[in-house]
């Protein structure tokens, strides 16, 4: 639908709703918001608006459906496929200033917060309680949990305790024409009609604005021991990880790293690893509640790893050794964006298969004449493939790259994949989706966008084309 500028009588309006500090039209002042991590992409609003309360965004939404004007949600702006980019301009609707922990119940175990909370000082948080919150993006210093709910955010502990999804109990939603929806509750058990929290987990910001979070919290394990297994081969390395899960061991944390990753995080940080030369690196962490069986599990999956060839196993049981590793593990990421303009893929493939995913990877990419470094969470199969533009020619770059990427992600679903594990589709894996869903699944989640947002004002142009 064509849509409708931001005028000076909405910039007023706009005003008399979150207060003249909270609303912003300056091109300095908006510069924050016209850009998220995704690659280069830069789009700026026409006004970005910082909303304090839930009945604020209500009238924010009100506002904007009355005059037809796209509403984009934005909450730490770390997102990696485009999200929070406001392609069409419009209001950048910043849930920053929601930040507020409003209660973390000790005897339920359940926390409710507003969106804009980041995600590591909820962790805190609940930690200083002796409780948990287990999903943990390698963003969580910067991220927001309303960010995390709305991609369904995951990272290394989803080996053992699954993504985001899996802990969100209740959420306030704010449609898009300013109706607020208070979904599930703080029971742990409810078939109360259509499941909507979880229709709203990983809807990108495209169906609602979320204005409260209920989260499930458990006891904080008190034990956690770190292991980096270095292989000589990838084969190794992954065939290790699956035998890890086939015997029963449930590590908190399974990552892989192939041996270019490591070493620009080594270069990075300007740290020391044994054996960086290694084709491949295991980082796993167990935590539990009996130090023996978590001292037992750590020197099984040692022995596993040897038995497998490793090259080296390093065993990580005080607090800074295991912060050196995990430094080197989170730079990964950081590390390869400050080599080369990069496009990073998400890829998720059952355990077993990610073997073939990643020697399919080095064939296609050296066939399509691209480069790309791996590395992520082989706990669950989900390897970020990161296609680096190094020195090759804008020309170049432009001509290789989606065929590069087309026929990494044919190989990804023809292993049972799927093309985004945790960081979305967004803006930028549009064009992907139908290699994923048929065009039947597409027509579905079309038909609920246009139930929910008819006039399709809300983050307008992400996850479909
Ligand atoms: C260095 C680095 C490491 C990362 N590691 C991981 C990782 O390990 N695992 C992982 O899953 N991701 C990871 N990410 C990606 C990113 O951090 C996550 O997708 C995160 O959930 C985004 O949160 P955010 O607050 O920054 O959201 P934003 O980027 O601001 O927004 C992301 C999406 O959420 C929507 N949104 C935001 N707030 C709301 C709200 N209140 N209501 C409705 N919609 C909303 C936006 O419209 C947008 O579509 C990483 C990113 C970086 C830069």
């Not at 109990?169 to 109360?192: H, I």
């Not at 292989?231 to 992954?238: N, P, Y």
């Amino acid at each position: 639908m064509p849509y409708k500028p931001v005028d000076s009588e909405t910039v007023a309006a706009l005003r008399s709703v979150c207060g003249d500090a909270y609303v912003m039209t300056d091109r300095p002042g908006m510069e924050p918001f016209s850009h998220d991590y995704t690659e280069d992409l830069v789009f700026y609003p026409e006004v970005v608006v910082r909303p304090r309360t839930t009945a604020e965004v209500q009238a924010v939404m009100r506002l904007a459906y009355a005059r037809d004007i796209p509403v984009t949600p934005r909450g730490g702006g770390t997102g990696l496929s485009g999200g929070a980019l406001p392609i069409h301009g419009g209001i950048l609707l910043s849930i920053d200033r929601m930040n507020a922990i409003l209660e973390i119940d000790t005897e339920n175990m359940m926390g409710v917060l507003e969106p804009g909370v980041i995600t590591q000082v909820y962790q805190e948080a609940v930690e200083a309680q002796g409780l948990f919150y287990p999903p943990d993006p390698a963003s969580k210093g910067s991220c927001t949990m309303g960010g995390n709910v709305a991609e369904c955010a995951g990272g290394p502990r989803a080996a053992k305790y699954g993504v985001t999804r899996d802990w969100i109990y209740a959420l306030d939603v704010v449609m898009p024409d300013g109706r607020l929806v208070r979904t599930g509750s703080q029971c742990l058990k409810d078939v109360t009609g259509y499941n909507l929290t979880q229709l709203f987990v990983g809807s990108e910001g495209t169906l609602g604005v979320v204005t409260q979070i209920t989260t499930r919290l458990m006891t904080l394990p008190p034990f956690r021991q770190t292991l980096l297994i270095a292989f000589a081969t990838m084969e190794q390395a992954l065939a290790t990880v699956v035998e890890i899960f086939r015997r029963g061991y449930q590590p908190s944390a399974c990552e892989f790293m192939e041996r270019a990753a490591i070493q620009v995080a080594i270069a990075q940080k300007g740290a020391k690893v044994p054996h960086a030369d290694a084709e491949a690196q295991l980082l796993i962490e167990v935590d539990g509640f009996d130090l023996d069986l978590v001292e037992n599990t750590l020197l099984a999956i040692g022995e596993l790893a040897m038995e497998n060839e490793a090259v080296e196993v390093t065993v990580a049981q005080q607090p800074g050794q295991q912060k050196t590793l995990w430094d080197i593990r989170r730079a990964c990421g950081e590390a390869v964006k400050s080599i080369s303009i990069y496009k990073e893929e998400d890829a998720v493939v059952p355990r077993k298969h990610i073997v073939t995913l990643m020697r399919g990877v080095q064939a296609i990419t050296k066939e399509h004449g691209i480069t790309a470094i791996c590395y992520g969470h082989a706990g669950d199969g989900n390897i970020h493939i990161n296609i680096l533009k190094m020195d090759m020619t804008d020309h170049d770059w432009n001509e290789r790259l989606p065929g590069g990427i087309t026929a990494i992600f044919e190989l990804v679903v023809s292993l049972g994949g799927r093309i985004s594990g945790e960081h979305g589709i967004g803006y930028t894996q549009r064009p992907y989706l139908p290699i994923a869903l048929s065009s039947d699944e597409l027509d579905v989640m079309r038909q609920i966008k246009a139930a929910l947002d008819p006039k399709g004002l809300l983050n307008p142009d992400k996850i479909f084309i």
